[in-house]
């Protein structure tokens, strides 16, 4: 298994057959792939059998070749784009040299397999391009652009349903300058942009529906539009939208396609549009914007939205407060938040109604901030700045395990050690089921 025989870590054990458990959860099988710093191998969660796949990737590579802003990236923009024809990232763990994302296994193979031979029949390219169009609109309306759109990154499931992969070159909201616009030259060269090429910044849902139009060209036509041995001269062909079309792609296929492909920007075709053509329309079957949009719902946690669940917890905070041998605080934080943290199967409302009976007896004055997220303040005769105020938060990590972080917001921290150590641990012992200090 290739660097997985490697023992180093904590994180795998063998058994007498040669198997090997990843974390205790996962039995790892075949290898299915590599990239420049990552392999990819198939597994079964050993409690409930599903398919996964997990990639694996090696700190220490990543950290030498200044890509860490590049994974943590890749993991948000994965997390915020749940949707059908998306892969799914199931989670993210970690040890002292590796991380692992355990995401769905997608057995269909790359898109790409589909036109290395030529062309594919009309219906099926259509069906193709609703769900990546579908995808793609999801995907931007969380402010996500994928930038590396290309037929090796769209994937098929065992039913024949695309499934967009390879979020490494995604764009999060906080990536856009003061202009409004994304400054960084990336992409694959057949598939990118005019305007990314120019390098005067971009809107990157646009470079995204360019490629689409890419992608659909490809499927139709079984060949690429700007096709040339020279790097240069192909890309005068995309500055130009350089291309023709073979005969027998249909007149509301070129419609489309000549809309997409167009070098301004500002007059390219939106998803919107694209979705109302009468060629994109026909024979449609996925999911609405809204049932898709719905499906990706984040708990909010607002008071009075008594029907919602905790927030899931973030990958990262999750892997670096709950064990030590699982800490990415040096690869993913500038520095670790001070707290206490504690693991209950209780439910939300009953852990939250604890604290907030124990605060009060031990003279706190209690504040809920949100459904779960709640503020003991301890006034002290010393003045306001000497309060003893606490956070504490519920966190959903898995369907019956939830995470309470306790956090000071003010006043002496040995003080807030003894309410933490003595005085709360006694209190809800008995809704507990491990504590983590951090």
């Not at 003061?178 to 400054?183: A, F, N, P």
């Not at 809107?203 to 890419?214: A, R």
């Not at 008594?306 to 990958?315: G, I």
């Not at 707290?339 to 939300?348: D, E, I, L």
């Amino acid at each position: 298994m290739g660097d997985l025989n490697r023992e180093d870590d904590d994180d795998m054990c063998s058994h007498g057959d040669g198997t090997k458990i990843l974390m205790g959860k996962y039995k790892l099988g075949r290898f299915l792939g590599k990239g420049t710093f990552a392999k990819v191998y198939y597994a079964k969660h050993i409690q409930t059998g599903d398919s996964v796949a997990i990639k694996v990737i090696d700190k220490e590579q990543i950290r030498r070749q200044g890509l860490v802003d590049q994974l943590v990236r890749e993991i948000s923009a994965m997390r915020l784009v749940r949707h059908p024809n998306v892969v799914e990232i199931r989670e993210v763990m970690a040890t002292k040299t590796r991380v692992f994302f355990v995401m769905e296994y997608v057995s269909g193979g790359e898109l790409y397999s589909k036109v290395v031979n030529g062309k594919i029949k009309e219906d099926v390219a259509r069906m193709y391009f609703q769900q990546l169009i579908s995808a793609v609109d999801f995907c931007h309306s969380r402010g996500i652009s994928h930038r590396d759109l290309k037929l090796e990154n769209v994937l098929l499931d065992q039913d024949g349903n695309v499934k967009i992969s390879d979020f490494g070159l995604s764009a999060l909201p906080e990536q856009i300058r003061k202009d409004g616009l994304l400054h960084t030259r990336c992409g694959t060269p057949a598939y990118v942009a005019p305007e990314v090429l120019r390098m005067k910044g971009y809107d990157g849902t646009k470079t995204d529906l360019w490629s689409c139009g890419v992608l659909l060209y490809v499927l139709l036509a079984g060949f690429l539009p700007f096709r040339d041995e020279n790097l240069m001269k192909m890309y005068c062909k995309i500055f130009k939208a350089d291309f023709k079309f073979p005969p027998w792609i249909s007149p509301g296929a070129v419609n489309i396609i000549s809309r997409l492909l167009v070098t301004d920007p500002e007059k390219r075709i939106t998803a919107s549009q694209i979705m109302e053509r009468p060629w994109f329309k026909k024979g449609l079957s996925f999911p609405t914007e809204n049932e898709s949009r719905s499906s990706d719902h984040v708990h909010s946690g607002v008071a009075g939205e008594e029907d919602k669940a905790p927030a899931s917890y973030n990958a990262f905070e999750l892997i670096s407060t709950m064990a030590s041998g699982f800490d990415l605080s040096g690869l993913f934080e500038s520095k670790k938040k001070g707290g206490t943290v504690f693991t209950s199967r209780n439910s939300g409302g009953e852990i939250m109604d604890r604290l907030e009976k124990v605060g009060r007896g031990l003279g706190f004055e209690t504040t809920r901030a949100k459904q779960y997220k709640i503020r003991l303040e301890k006034r002290s005769q010393f003045g306001s700045k000497c309060n003893l105020a606490v956070m504490a938060e519920v966190f959903e990590v898995a369907p019956d395990v939830l995470l309470v972080e306790l956090n000071k917001s003010s006043g002496d921290s040995d003080e807030y050690a003894r309410f933490c150590e003595q005085d709360v641990r006694t209190a809800i012992k008995d809704i507990v089921w491990s504590w983590q200090d951090i």
